[in-house]
DNA sequence: CACTTGTTTCACAAAGTTGTGAAGTTAAAA
DNA sequence: TTTTAACTTCACAACTTTGTGAAACAAGTG
């Protein structure tokens, strides 16, 4: 045994970071846990860490990590890779992972558009209520539209750069 | 009394309606009440419904429905007036509800990129973590501008139109 | 001014969420 | 094949959130 029994001997300013940020993430709409190891991956400069060095550094048991990045790997945040002959898996950020959580927020535009949609029908398209709907719904799908083109503006522009 | 005891005797398809979106509205991010009441009141041909008209139509305690609105409120969805002599409020949705709440989003992200900001500072701007934070932190940066800029070109085509 | 009706506040119970320890599973190493 | 280290699953306890009933409050009305 000769690793240290400390909360961590590193930096305390980068784990200032990961709570500040997860802190910040967690209001963007993430759970607690999933954002605060998304930060800490974030925060290291190799760029990953295994789920003993997660655990570790947020003072969390594996479970709690475990569950965390199934999480994010399910929503396309994080990927996990061994090499060939490992034990341990590395989690690391994708690259694209902002990108995506962004540009995927189309979907969710698309579903309002829908349900109001079906709203239109149950309440009449020619009434008061189904012609305010209409101008909703409108909106809704240019969003949904124009938000994977911000994105790959975005991505145009610093090809260039 | 001649009110009827009944849940609501009106349309059927509009009260799925309420339901149905609420539950998008829901996954969107928003708290469940707040999400029934304003899609209760959506869902409505004149545009508006006093606090008891909500509390019987979803079924709900008038001080569930106070909670529910005063968050409305507060995040700028809703609207409470009361007309002069009158003992009941009045709660309608504001006409730019929606393009409020997604434009209100660029706070978000520019919160995101403050945080990102604070770690590039804790972590070194020269060392590869520092690198690897400076591009997300653009990339939120642009879009706390960009959207913005979106909901005012869908106002100006709207107003062609 | 007392009454009535509509709204808000508050303590609490019910429901839901989150992270833990412990047991279970997988796969490399011996 | 057995051992061992890494990871996952699961039942549960702690914590949080949500909606309720009851009481307090506010504002027209007679």
Known sequence: ???TPEPQPSDEAARRFVEDFALVFTNAGLQ???ARVFSAVLATQKGSLTAAEI??????SPAAVSGAVRYLIHVGLMSKAREP???VDHYRILDDAWYESVGRKDA???QLAESIERGMTALGPETPAGKRLQETHDFFLYIAKELPLLIERWRADRLEA
Chains 1, 2 share one sequence.
Do not use: C, D, K
Request: proline letters at 6%.
């Open 55 to 60: 655990a570790e550094s947020l003072q969390v």
């Open 32 to 34: 607690r846990m999933p």
């Open 108 to 110: 969710i535009y698309r």
């Open 1 to 3: 045994m000769t690793t």
């Open 85 to 87: 002959g490992e034990r």
